[in-house]
């Protein structure tokens, strides 16, 4: 139920107004790491779910006579599916206002596999 949560305010942050449901994403993460909810499909334990696997979950969950066609927007498989995967993004205030250099800490070298 938690996650669900997080993911629909991720949904509701793609939509044309997402200060609010940024804010109340970032204050609810806040509140679930305190408590020991989960805020990750890692800390649901499908930190090896495959792509195909996330798009049949949400292809399920786009179903004609799915509860998800009750929210105030339209919502198709892809915009589930990378809700589903950036429940922990920042918020989005905050990395606007992150200075570069540190910014440039955060980022990791990628390694090259053939």
């Known amino acids: 139920m938690a996650f669900g949560i997080l993911v629909q305010l991720r949904l509701e942050e793609m939509g044309p107004n997402p200060a609010l449901a940024a804010t109340a994403r970032h204050q ?3 509140f679930y790491r305190q408590i020991g909810l989960p ?8 930190e090896e ?5 996330l798009n049949q979950a949400a292809q ?15 919502v198709t498989p892809e915009q589930v599916a990378a ?7 920042p918020h989005p205030a905050k990395v606007q206002t992150m ?15 053939p």
């Open 99 to 113: 200075p570069l250099s540190a910014a440039k800490d955060t980022v990791q070298p990628q390694e090259n596999h």
């Open 60 to 74: 399920v969950a786009c179903r004609p006579n799915s509860d998800i066609h009750h929210l105030p927007f339209a």
């Open 83 to 89: 809700a589903m995967v950036s429940t922990s993004v």
């Open 39 to 46: 805020i990750t499909l890692a800390d649901l334990g499908l």
């Open 28 to 30: 609810l993460i806040q």
């Open 49 to 53: 779910v495959t792509v195909a696997n």
